[in-house]
């Protein structure tokens, strides 16, 4: 097994957030290349793309939260770690 620290398999939720909180994805925009590669892998349409010129490459993926199940396939779609996960307020 490699040494990445992606989560892999049938558990894809750090052990830290899949305890007691559900997790849901973040987009962390300065790092977003706005490749569209999670777009097409979130089957909860949580992830749009804003086409604003507030990042560099001319569009950010943003998450909807209300649509986010913390599935993680956004989180491994993405080639440059973009997609983060934190706690569900609430």
């Known amino acids: 097994m490699s040494g990445s620290k992606r989560y892999k398999g049938l558990t894809p ?13 973040i987009v962390i925009e300065d790092q977003c290349i706005g490749c ?5 892998v979130c089957f909860f349409d949580a992830i749009v793309m804003d086409t604003s010129e507030k990042n560099k490459f001319g569009r950010t993926a943003i998450v909807v939260p209300e649509n986010c199940t913390g599935c993680g396939l956004c989180f491994e779609a993405c080639p ?11």
């Open 80 to 90: 440059v770690d973009a997609i983060d996960w934190v706690r569900e307020p609430g």
């Open 13 to 25: 939720f750090p052990p830290d957030l899949g305890g007691n909180y559900a997790p849901i994805a």
């Open 36 to 40: 569209d590669r999670c777009l097409p």
